[in-house]
C-alpha cells in the first residue's frame, strides 16, 4: 500500500507558476512509477507526466511538454510537478498516482494502470 497526499494547488494568474508536490509517508518503494494526472471541469481524467523513482526518468504526454515539469526530491519521499505560464485550461483537479514497476524494469514509465491514488488538490487558473 502506497499513501499519496497532494499540495501546492490553489489559485492563480494567468501566466503563474505552481509547484505541486507528492509526499509518501517514509520513501516510496523501490520500482515506483509516480504519476501526475489531471481532471478538467467536464472532462475525464487525463495523464500529465511520470517519473520512475528508481532512476528519476520522466515521461510526458505529448501536448503537455513544454510547461510540465515532473521530479523527484533526494530523499525519494516527494514528487514534484511544476507548472509554468498557467493557462485557464490548466484549472484541474490535480491528483498523483503510483504503480509498482516489475523488477527488471528501466526508464521512462508511463500515466497508464496507476493503483494508487491521493485525494488531489485544485488548482484554479484565473485570466
Known amino acids: 500500500q502506497v499513501q499519496l497526499l497532494e499540495s501546492g494547488g490553489g489559485s492563480v494568474q494567468a501566466g503563474g507558476s505552481l509547484r505541486l508536490s507528492c509526499t509518501t509517508s517514509g520513501s516510496f518503494p523501490s520500482r515506483t512509477c509516480v504519476g501526475w494526472f489531471r481532471q478538467r471541469p467536464g472532462k475525464e481524467r487525463e495523464g500529465v507526466a511520470a517519473?520512475?523513482?528508481?532512476?528519476?526518468?520522466?515521461f510526458y504526454v505529448d501536448p503537455l511538454k513544454g510547461r510540465f515539469t515532473i521530479s523527484q526530491d533526494g530523499g525519494l519521499n516527494t514528487v514534484y510537478l511544476q507548472i509554468n505560464n498557467l493557462e485557464s485550461e490548466d484549472t484541474a483537479i490535480y491528483y498523483c498516482?503510483?504503480?509498482?514497476?516489475?523488477?527488471?524494469?528501466?526508464?521512462?514509465?508511463?500515466?497508464?494502470?496507476?493503483?494508487?491514488w491521493g485525494q488531489g488538490t485544485q488548482v484554479t487558473v484565473s485570466s
Open positions: 498516482a503510483a504503480k509498482i514497476m516489475p523488477s527488471y524494469w528501466r526508464g521512462w514509465c508511463g500515466v497508464n494502470d496507476h493503483k494508487y
Open positions: 517519473i520512475y523513482t528508481s532512476d528519476g526518468t520522466p
